[in-house]
């Protein structure tokens, strides 16, 4: 299809502008699911479009379409200029701060989707559901797997041509137990464990072995002991922490919601431009990165959807915050350096500024040095709840599963572990950072953002930390 | 040709390609909208969006496959993409076992709706948008424009919905975050009306504009606002009364099948698709009843049913989608007069929106969230001055049971403004809800 399309895109170019890019996206999408051993319908998507994106004299207007004709896409370019001429001299930015750069991007997959058949694949889900099973208190098993594929290209009005394409796998795992009024879930973290590749995905979290131990717990967890309430220290697996990276680190320094672009919707932030350079975000032993280089990770690119070329970069190094995440636009809005994270979700939304693989840094510790530096605190896994107020600062998060730390051993499982704390506090309380083996790449697959609204992937990877005094709490009952 | 007409060529072209043996139902979703973002009064991005899609499912006895894809509007190519579509599935089709939960309608119910509207053209709005926020902070996405549904089948049934509406959903910013918002919108753009809400969002404004003030946590009495009603409405929907959730206990009213837990008898809660904006149709061709009570009088009353948990568990549909939520909530009025709620609550919190709502424990229907935008403490009847950002944790068993004190005699229909993928038709039609006690934790 890019053959046949390409040469329609060049062709529609309009002459006469100050800028003009095309970027076509087209994304296939293979879902299954198989919910209490019944396997639902096999269902393929495919999502195919192209925005036309025009900057002239001081203006700046786009058009999504979905036909893809020579006649609709000059009707996209026609209603892009249309757009470009209403809002000349209106807009936050008068010229198009973007290049015409050229490069190609592929994922790595040493196991090609391509070799396992659709009866194959559901015969892999209904293993896993079945292994699920086992207790007559589970009254839900669900299992699934979404392959897919995408692949865009910008090209611009002065040779800028950038290619790039992903194939990446989401496979999910649920089991729900319940006794009376009490109902607990496990999930396989959190529909947060997945990535770019090919089938080696699944191997990569341990997804064919999990549902004995997943089902086991969610039993266990309707005799557990409430979570008990205090002040006390806090250890969190890598499928809470990326939650935690998220919506306290990540959100608030989205260049876009620090310039007050979001603030109808998904707010605003308690980061201000000034803080960048000195402010002290978190203790020494926090270090985070903007790093689309990682393999495997859900969001690694070479170019971010405004064609900016894309690079690892520390947005807190030893605590201290040294720049957002802002992409081209907003750094030129801004004056202040970013990095290559302008995104959109499809073709028929404008990029923004996203998170991308948005990363704390693995530090020295092992497993067992964490836990034994804790004489009493809570080791809470799996993200259920999350919820922080509109400058990103006044936080709240359960999770699925709770086990108690005493005298630096675990101990007893403890249902409906909940936190709440508050941003510019909670990092300078990081006691313990998990070492290397310990670091993961998960991600958060539902991102939402934006007006007119949009839902991305992001990737979030990180080893097990420890923080100092936070206030934990338990259920209603 | 219209899109009406396109869609019923199109099905018309896949009913003939299909073989002996063979049915397909399909859905269209489309739209054809205008978007533009402010920002500080100027324009930060603007545009539009074309798009179609397709949803096919294929059928052969009981085992059934689905495909979407966007659609052109372009014949030739989209005759390309269904026969491509179309000759994947019958491969599938040889792949996938039966389906015991497949459910078909079993009469033929064609439909068509198409709502009448006036819309601005492009300018017109931007410019009036750019008058009202003139000496103020406004941000916010003006959306507008057509949308369509459309439901067709083998079996020769047709349903339409197409409307064209627009929204203004914005907020006049005073400082950090105190600031106040406001949602214009309807099929009919009237510039003295968007005027009479600028002047709203303004008297709001000129109280947030005094000192605010930080609480302690703990419980107050607090005025819930139909908007901050909504968030609450919202979370209800999340499981609350689908027949799955419930025969799965995930429901957030466990409490209410689990232990004959009620909300206060003043609450009544239906599924309003007479009252709604949403189509009357649902994605395997059934229509809706006008109305389906979930609640009555603090009591549950009746599941929302989707064909596939019909079939499941033995019970008759009553049209509800595949996720089993409220696509047009409503909850009855009360009888305290919406102009003296602030009397009535006496001293207290008055809340005009909540924000990022989350269950912390959802088996007890215990929510936790944020207060945002518009709220004040009230003194002795009076408004006195703003307050800092508060995060709640409570029940609904609480604020909709053993602690309202009532709700407001009329009510607010709320079009949901939300445009993930294309422009929502939900809508709430809610009344406000004063509360002895609401706990707030941070």
């Known amino acids: ?477 | 040709m219209t899109t009406h007409d396109y869609f019923g060529d199109l099905t018309t072209s896949i009913r003939s390609q299909l073989a002996p043996g063979e049915e397909f139902s399909a859905n269209l979703g489309g739209e054809s909208s205008e978007f533009v973002r402010f920002n500080g009064g100027a324009v930060r991005q603007a545009g539009s969006v074309d798009q179609l899609a397709l949803d096919l499912d294929l059928a052969r006895g009981s085992r059934h496959v689905e495909s979407s894809f966007t659609l052109s509007g372009d014949r030739e190519l989209d005759d390309a993409r269904i026969a491509q579509a179309l000759a994947s599935m019958r491969t599938q089709l040889d792949s996938v076992p039966p389906d015991p939960y497949l459910m078909r309608p079993d009469e033929v119910r064609s439909t068509a709706v198409t709502a009448e509207s006036s819309l601005p053209e492009a300018g017109e709005a931007v410019d009036a948008i750019r008058r009202a926020g003139t000496g103020r902070d406004l941000v916010g996405v003006y959306a507008a424009g057509s949308s369509v549904t459309g439901f067709a089948d083998s079996r020769g049934q047709l349903n339409w919905h197409e409307s064209a509406n627009f929204s203004l959903d914005w907020s006049f910013y005073l400082r950090a975050d105190k600031a106040v918002k406001n949602l214009y919108a309807g099929t009919e753009w009237d510039t003295a009306a968007l005027d009479r809400k600028v002047e709203w969002s303004q008297r709001q404004l000129d109280v947030l504009d005094r000192d605010p003030i930080d609480l302690e946590p703990g419980g107050y009495p607090t005025y819930l606002a139909p908007t901050a009603m909504q968030e609450i409405a919202s979370m209800l929907s999340w499981g609350g009364f689908g027949l799955r959730s419930h025969r799965t206990k995930q429901t957030p009213l466990l409490r209410m099948i689990a232990e004959g837990a009620t909300f206060h008898p003043s609450i009544t809660i239906s599924e309003d698709t007479v009252g709604g904006t949403a189509p009357n149709f649902q994605e395997q061709g059934f229509l809706r009843p006008d109305r389906v009570t979930m609640v009555e009088g603090g009591v549950f009353n009746d599941h929302l049913v989707s064909p596939r948990s019909a079939r499941e568990y033995g019970v008759a549909t009553n049209g509800a989608a595949g996720g089993e939520s409220p696509q047009s909530f409503r909850m009855e009025p009360g009888d305290i007069p919406a102009d003296e709620v602030v009397d009535r609550l006496g001293t207290g919190l008055f809340v005009g929106n909540l924000w990022y709502l989350n269950f912390s424990d959802r088996s007890a229907c215990r929510t936790t969230g944020m207060t945002r935008f518009a709220t004040f403490w009230v003194d002795d009847g009076e408004i006195t001055a703003p307050v800092n950002v508060l995060r709640f944790d409570d029940t609904a068993f609480n604020l909709l049971g053993t602690r309202l004190v009532g709700l407001t005699d009329t009510t607010e229909l709320i079009p949901d403004s939300s445009t993930y993928q294309r422009r929502s038709t939900d809508s709430l039609q809610l009344p406000g809800a004063l509360v002895e006690e609401m706990t707030f934790t941070l």
Request: glycine share 10%; net charge negative.
């Open chain 1, 1 to 477: 299809m890019l053959d046949l399309l390409e040469p329609r895109l060049v062709a529609a170019m309009p002459a006469g502008v100050d800028y003009c890019s095309m970027r076509y996206f087209d994304q296939q999408v293979e879902s299954l699911q198989v919910l209490d051993d019944v396997a639902e319908p096999a269902r393929s998507t495919r999502d195919v479009g192209v925005m036309v994106t025009i900057w002239s004299n001081g203006g700046l207007g786009y058009a999504a379409t979905s036909d893809l004709s020579p006649a609709g896409l000059d009707a996209a370019v026609a209603r892009a200029r249309h757009w470009a001429d209403v809002t000349a001299g209106l807009g936050v930015l008068a010229t198009a701060p973007l290049g015409h750069p050229v490069g190609e991007y592929r994922s790595s997959v040493e196991r090609s989707w391509a070799d396992i058949g659709l009866s194959d694949r559901i015969d892999l889900l209904r293993t896993q559901c079945e292994a699920l099973g086992g207790d007559d208190r589970i009254v839900e098993r669900a299992v699934g797997l979404s392959v897919i594929g995408r692949d865009t290209l910008l090209v611009t009005d002065d040779g800028g041509r950038v290619h790039q394409h992903f194939d990446a796998a989401f496979p999910t795992m649920s089991v729900t137990a319940n006794d009376g009024a009490n109902t607990q879930t496990r999930t396989f973290a959190a529909h947060s464990a997945y990535g770019q590749g090919g089938v080696e995905v699944l191997d990569r979290y341990g997804y064919l072995d999990a549902a004995p131990r997943l089902a086991r717990e969610a039993v266990a967890l309707l005799d557990a002991p409430n979570c008990p309430s205090g002040v006390m220290d806090l250890l969190l697996g890598p499928d809470q922490m990326v939650l935690q990276i998220h919506e306290s680190i990540g959100h608030p320094l989205e260049l876009d919601r620090i310039l007050g672009d979001e603030r109808n919707y998904a707010g605003t932030s308690f980061v201000t431009p000034d803080m960048f350079g000195t402010f002290a975000y978190g203790s020494p032993l926090l270090n985070v990165t903007f790093d689309p280089t990682v393999d495997g990770e859900i969001s690694s690119y070479a170019f971010d959807d405004d064609g900016t070329p894309a690079t690892r970069q520390f947005l807190i190094r030893k605590g201290i915050l040294e720049r957002p995440l802002g992409g081209a636009i907003s750094q030129a809005r801004s004056g202040l350096e970013g990095v290559a994270n302008s995104r959109a979700c499809s073709w028929n939304r404008p990029p923004m500024d996203r998170m991308a693989n948005l990363n704390v840094e693995p530090g020295d510790s092992t497993f067992d040095e964490l836990v034994g530096s804790i004489e009493h605190g809570v080791f809470m896994q799996t993200n259920t709840s999350w919820s922080i107020d509109d400058s990103r600062n006044k936080f709240q998060f359960s999770c699925e599963y709770g086990t108690l730390i005493e005298d630096g051993e675990l101990t007893t499982t403890v249902r409906n572990p909940s936190y709440r704390g508050i941003s510019r506090n909670f990092w300078r309380d990081l006691a313990g950072v998990g070492n290397r083996d310990l670091f993961q790449a998960f991600g958060v697959p539902n991102c939402g953002k934006g007006e007119p609204n949009q839902t991305i992937w992001v990737g979030h990877a990180t080893p097990p930390c420890h923080f100092r005094d936070v206030e934990v709490f338990g259920g209603a009952s």
